[in-house]
């Protein structure tokens, strides 16, 4: 068959490239997932923003800034899809915003397309802009390797998937994901959203749902960062700084700290000759399970945000 010619091609630019984020099944996931959780008002908020072209949803959304970080129009914004943790992953994680984020990164753009989602003062396309925006950011920060800075996020470090070479963050952004949904669901990602959307409602992920949810203020700013911030103007916690300082809130930081927990725990948890898509190994398994509860998390989260932004609280059961 014709595929495998083009399969070949994509997956040696994949090598060549790498990926930065999930691939866009992860994006996608995130984005429709949220849908199933909007509050009224940030659900007209999302239908009518997004319209047409998106058919209304932040599934299909979801993948927008990948697409143009490599666009000269857009270039700029390539390094925010990431925090560079200098930690000593695998032996001590945990981050410190100063060092890590120093100028700009995920933390800080989740929290100016916060800003900029809700500022009536811009046009419709900026706030487009930056609802597609939260939407992939909201997926990238759950994936451990966009809260790592070793080895450029795992992106220098050449790793076995399915028999062939990958770099240990396509790994986890797509090898994993894309064995997961062939082994499990027919290669149907839509299938997969399902199980994941259940997975919350009704499932093995309900009872964890508050604890997801115990970060919610879209205001509150991050503790980490105020020991360094030189903001001296005694800023009230609920309105967001607009001044030139970087501006972290707490709960980017937050999510970004489940991600990099992981680092230690799992992702770097593997030997050389290890095949990472092996799904008889046990890396395989926990990292599957890491991936799917961070993804379900993830768009769980991001409507929960968007609920509070738009509809004035979570909403959320
Ligand atoms: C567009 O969204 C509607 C629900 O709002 C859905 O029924 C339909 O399948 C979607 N179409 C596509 C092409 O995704
Ligand atoms: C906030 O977003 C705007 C619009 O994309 C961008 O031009 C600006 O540089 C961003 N500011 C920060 C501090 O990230
Ligand atoms: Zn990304």
């Known amino acids: 068959m014709m595929p495998s010619v083009f399969q070949a091609i994509s997956f040696a630019s994949l090598l060549l490239t790498g990926v930065h984020?999930?691939?866009?099944?992860?994006?996608r996931a995130v984005g429709f997932i949220a849908m199933e959780f909007l509050a009224p008002k940030a659900l007209d908020f999302v239908r009518s923003t997004l319209g047409k072209p998106y058919n209304?949803?932040?599934?299909?959304?979801?993948?927008?800034?990948?697409?143009?970080?490599?666009?000269?129009e857009y270039k700029w914004s390539g390094s925010w899809h990431f925090i560079d943790v200098e930690d000593k992953a695998p032996v001590s994680c945990g981050i410190v915003e100063a060092r890590d984020c120093p100028s700009g990164c995920i933390l800080t753009a989740i929290a100016n397309y916060t800003n900029r989602v809700i500022d009536e003062d811009l046009s419709a396309d900026q706030r487009l802009e930056a609802l597609k925006f939260l939407t992939h950011f909201a997926g990238d920060i759950?994936?451990?390797?966009?809260?790592?800075?070793?080895?450029?996020?795992?992106?220098?470090?050449l790793t076995k998937c399915g028999g062939l070479p990958m770099n240990l963050h396509a790994v986890w952004d797509v090898g994993i994901i894309k064995k997961h949904l062939k082994l499990n669901f027919a290669d149907s990602s839509e299938a997969w959203i399902e199980s994941l959307i259940s997975g919350i409602q009704f499932g093995k992920y309900k009872s964890r749902t508050g604890e997801w949810l115990s970060?919610?203020?879209t205001t509150q700013l991050s503790r980490n960062s105020q020991a360094h911030e030189v903001d001296t103007t005694g800023t009230n916690a609920q309105t967001p700084i607009t001044s030139n300082s970087l501006t972290f809130l707490e709960c980017p930081l937050v999510w970004a700290s489940d991600s990099n927990k992981y680092d230690c725990s799992a992702v770097f948890q593997f030997t050389s000759e290890d095949d990472l898509c092996d799904e008889s190994s046990s890396y395989y398994a926990i990292a599957v399970d890491i991936?799917?509860?961070?993804i379900a998390k993830q768009g769980y989260r991001l409507a929960a945000w968007l609920n509070a932004l738009f509809d004035g609280e979570p909403y959320l059961p």
Do not use: F, M, Y
Request: glycine share 18%.
């Open 21 to 27: 984020a999930w691939g866009n099944e992860g994006h």
């Open 142 to 157: 759950g994936q451990p390797l966009h809260a790592e800075g070793k080895e450029v996020g795992g992106n220098h470090i």
């Open 56 to 72: 209304g949803s932040l599934g299909p959304a979801a993948t927008w800034a990948d697409s143009v970080r490599r666009t000269p």
């Open 291 to 294: 991936i799917e509860l961070q």
């Open 215 to 217: 970060c919610t203020s």
